[in-house]
């Protein structure tokens, strides 16, 4: 199973003898599968249609679905509602009959009346139902489409972002191992060290205690001794390529990665020694930000 982006956009058109349709669907990043409709008139019940078609393709996403539909008749075809029209023209001429004093009536304002002049397609009843059968099917397989481009735009869009995760996690793993063969991480620099620091304070080194000394150097290794952090990162990249190997909806738990990638390299750097070290644990603080970033538009 590949890994889907939450991000992506799809066009489906279709027509017919009387009409055309136009299918637009777009994502965006949400926390779970959110799914907004746009549908024309009349057509309400393709929402049920839409929403189990989308959860058996998309996992999570803010997803908007339009439809817009044209008749071919409303841009020619006519028909004149001849019953409301003559009623009209009855009413208006009982009332020039009470008040000679009014203009008669005109047919263009008769005719601007609402409802005296319809788009032959208001009225469906005159199509054939099988025709209308037909569209509707063929409305259905254009829903289809636009979610089959919308899956395959994601997962392309999924691909690139994988490539770049996988990326930043060897990134990590390099550094990580920079961080283990790191001088200061040595039992010997670290006595050295001590070493040093005590004779600067006593002006002389023979009168040290070496009992003592190994003491001091062991409390220092063990606040300082980071290998724990270092298997827990080791431990964590490994988990982020089988998630990334695996693909489906990972996007949370490589977000929960993430975060914990985070917290080994903050204490990473709290029990730093040296300016290696740190630089180091800042290098990895960097690196698990961007791929922080690029987890977040992971289905």
């Not at 299918?23 to 057509?43: C, F, H, I, M, T």
């Not at 988990?239 to 996007?251: P, S």
């Amino acid at each position: 199973m590949s890994v889907a982006s939450m991000t992506g956009y799809a066009r489906s058109e279709g027509r017919d003898v009387s009409a055309s349709w136009v299918w637009e669907a777009k994502s965006v990043n949400g926390r779970g599968l959110d799914l907004r409709l746009r549908l024309p008139p009349g057509q309400d019940g393709l929402e049920p249609i839409a929403r189990e078609a989308a959860a058996r393709r998309l996992g999570r996403g803010n997803i908007q679905i339009g439809l817009t539909l044209n008749r071919q008749s409303e841009t020619g075809a006519i028909r004149i509602n001849t019953a409301l029209l003559t009623r009209l023209a009855d009413l208006c001429r009982d009332w020039q009959q009470e008040r000679p004093e009014l203009a008669p009536a005109r047919l263009d304002g008769l005719l601007a009346v609402r409802g005296v002049v319809e788009p032959a397609s208001d009225n469906e009843a005159d199509e054939d139902q099988a025709a209308q059968q037909q569209r509707q099917a063929a409305i259905c397989a254009g829903l289809e489409a636009v979610l089959d481009q919308l899956a395959a735009a994601r997962r392309e869009e999924g691909q690139r972002i994988a490539i770049l995760l996988a990326g930043q996690l060897d990134q990590i793993s390099a550094l990580a191992t920079r961080a283990e063969a790191c001088a200061a991480l040595r039992p010997e620099a670290l006595r050295t060290r001590l070493v040093q620091q005590v004779a600067a304070l006593t002006g002389a080194t023979p009168g040290l205690d070496p009992d003592r000394l190994a003491q001091e150097v062991a409390l220092l290794l063990v606040k300082v001794d980071v290998r724990e952090e270092l298997d827990r990162l080791a431990a964590h990249v490994a988990a982020a390529h089988d998630l990334l190997a695996q693909g489906g909806v990972i996007g949370r738990k490589l977000d929960f990665l993430a975060q914990e990638f985070n917290r080994e390299a903050n204490t990473l750097c709290s029990k730093a020694s040296d300016v290696e070290l740190t630089r180091i644990g800042l290098d990895l603080k960097a690196v698990i930000d961007q791929f922080k970033e690029q987890v977040q538009n992971i289905e």
